[in-house]
């Protein structure tokens, strides 16, 4: 007889890997803790997940010398209601390590898994829900995705100005964001496949250049305006102004 746990597709988790230090956003606290608001960046990731119906577990992949501390403030700042369960886990050296080791700790009856990133916390419960529905109907994979606005160029890249060598056509080009959803085995398939290759460019940042490395089809569904990545004070300024307008229109 078999000890293979069942998965339910219907069982959706959510990794939230908020091990870095988002060096751009300047020295200090890591930028998973910046305030928004009053309230940190990774809890309203956090929330953000948690405001799907679909995901019932998040696990926070935190600093290795700092999970005392996120579990501290996630149990400050729980997400509404008791039916989310929220996890924190220590993370390891690279965003690829550390997801590794968030997936780790979802149980194995869960068939749905989804990543999102900390520094982007006011992505809407729609775009969540769209990426696990996609899931839920039969794509292995599936990442958020805008068109480009703005003229692409390709160059060759040089310590002073930079030579242009083509211009995509950004028709067929998308701006990906999350958080990515995936078959439970197929991006544990991945993350355990690459799990000791240095890969470099989108692969090591991007969960779904992990399974298309495989030969696994990736689909984008539509994202979202607000969810843009947090990574220079300006876009402080912007998510400021999100959560103000959501306040006045929404009493979010």
Request: proline share 9%; glycine share 8%; charged share 25%.
């Amino acid at each position: 007889m078999s000890d293979r746990v069942e998965t339910s597709p219907a069982r959706t988790a959510a990794v939230i890997p908020a091990a870095g230090r988002g060096v751009r956003l300047g020295p200090g606290t890591p930028k998973a803790l910046r305030a928004l608001s009053g309230t940190p960046m990774l809890v309203h990731a956090v929330r953000a997940m948690a405001a799907s119906r679909a995901v019932s577990l998040v696990v926070v992949v935190a600093p290795p010398d700092g999970t005392a501390e996120v579990r501290s403030l996630l149990d400050e700042f729980p997400p509404a209601g008791d039916r989310t369960e929220v996890l924190v886990v220590p993370g390891g050296e690279t965003r690829q390590q550390s997801v590794r080791l968030g997936l780790k700790a979802v149980p194995d009856d869960y068939g749905t898994v989804l990543v999102h990133d900390a520094a982007r916390p006011l992505v809407p419960v729609d775009t969540v829900d769209a990426v696990v529905a996609a899931v839920r109907e039969g794509a292995p994979a599936v990442v958020p995705a805008l068109p480009l606005a703005d003229t692409v160029k390709q160059v060759q890249p040089a310590d002073g100005p930079e030579p242009v060598v083509g211009t995509p056509d950004r028709a067929v080009l998308r701006a990906v964001q999350t958080p990515q959803g995936f078959d439970r085995h197929t991006l544990l398939q991945a993350h355990e496949r690459y799990a000791h290759t240095a890969l470099e460019g989108e692969g090591a940042t991007d969960c779904a250049g992990l399974v298309e490395r495989m030969g696994v089809p990736v689909v984008v569904v539509r994202g979202h305006e607000e969810a843009f990545k947090v990574t220079r004070p300006l876009d402080l300024v912007l998510a400021e102004a999100v959560l103000a307008r959501r306040r006045a229109n929404d009493g979010f």
